[in-house]
């Protein structure tokens, strides 16, 4: 049974405290989550939510783990676009979506003949 109670964020951008940083890469064993690579000491390394906050995850300390910076940016970039294509289609499934501009194209009107 746990000893610690389950840190929790007041909100979506709340900092998480080094104590539970130290917490985290201790339950992972210091094991970076996307390359299995062993952070070493003097490593940039982040804690990523595991469920990603836009698809409904938690900020808090259970939907964490420990991951090197590098991979993380990556795998933060790859979200970020397909959060954006969930949007846009979300958007033109709504009607929200700005129309197209182009121009309608017509054949011309048809000559007259003169009398």
Known sequence: ?????????????AAIPPRVRLRVFEKYGGIC???????MAGDAWDLDHIKALWRGGEHRESNLHPVLKQPHRVKSAEEQSEQAKCDRVR???LGLWPQSKAKIKSRGFAKTREA
């Open 1 to 13: 049974m746990r000893t610690v109670e389950e840190w929790i964020g007041k909100n979506d951008d």
């Open 33 to 39: 989550q996307l390359s299995q690579r062993k952070i």
């Open 91 to 93: 958007k033109k499934h």
